[in-house]
């Protein structure tokens, strides 16, 4: 018996943190099978999927002595979403991600509705930091903060055509994909 398998995570991250290789390789074998799900489901695609565990394994190996988690699996569930949501901003990601977007927009009544609000409005960020600053701002004040074009020209002191090409180039700067979700993300915020 690996007597690795009987400590709950907390202990194994304590372990980690003492640069314990086979704490770090039960937390691997007690959570991957569960991240690599969570990104075939969204990708569709298994060396990307493969790829994308393997980055937040070693992301948790080596910001051990500087993170502090407190609940090992929603951290990992996140560090693997947020890892999806990275590829998408870089136009990395496949038709298959769209898909689940698709859905969330049908079934935003659902019970699990504030989650996946939750993470559109994650995504909807990091498709935001990809942007030039000033474009960045422009885009904040529309989508997430919901000013009208005009209000933004007034706040920013520059016109409102200026506003909407900006907001243009910024919905333009995205691969197709991205537009597509874009598109999803808007109608789940404002409808």
């Known amino acids: 018996m690996n007597p690795y398998s009987v400590h709950t995570d ?3 991250l304590s372990l980690l943190k003492q640069d314990d290789a086979r704490a770090f390789g039960e937390l ?6 569960s991240l690599f799900d969570i990104a075939y489901k ?3 695609d298994r060396q990307t999927s493969e790829d994308i565990v393997h980055d937040v394994y070693t992301d948790l190996w080596d910001k051990r002595h500087t993170r502090d988690i407190q609940n090992l699996l929603p951290y990992l569930h996140t560090a693997t ?6 590829l998408l901003s870089k136009g990395r990601a496949t038709a298959h991600f769209v898909e689940p977007f698709e859905d ?4 935003g009544l659902t019970a699990d509705g504030f989650l996946n609000s939750r993470e559109i409005q994650e995504l909807l960020v990091l498709l935001m930091n990809t942007l030039p ?3 960045r701002e422009i885009f904040r004040l529309r989508y997430l903060e919901g000013h009208t074009t005009k209000e933004i020209s007034e706040e920013l002191d520059i016109s409102q055509k200026t506003v ?3 907001l243009l ?3 333009n700067s995205f691969t197709p994909n991205l537009r597509e979700i874009l598109g999803i993300i808007i109608l789940l915020k404002y409808f």
């Not at 979403?81 to 990275?86: D, E, G, K, L, M």
């Not at 969330?104 to 079934?107: D, E, R, Y």
Request: glycine share 0%; hydrophobic share 35%; no cysteine.
């Open 10 to 12: 907390a202990e194994l």
């Open 28 to 33: 691997y074998d007690r959570h991957s099978l």
């Open 42 to 44: 969204r990708l569709k």
């Open 81 to 86: 979403r947020n890892a999806i949501y990275t």
């Open 104 to 107: 969330m927009a049908v079934s």
């Open 133 to 135: 600053k000033k474009r």
């Open 164 to 166: 909407q090409n900006q």
């Open 169 to 171: 180039n910024a919905v």
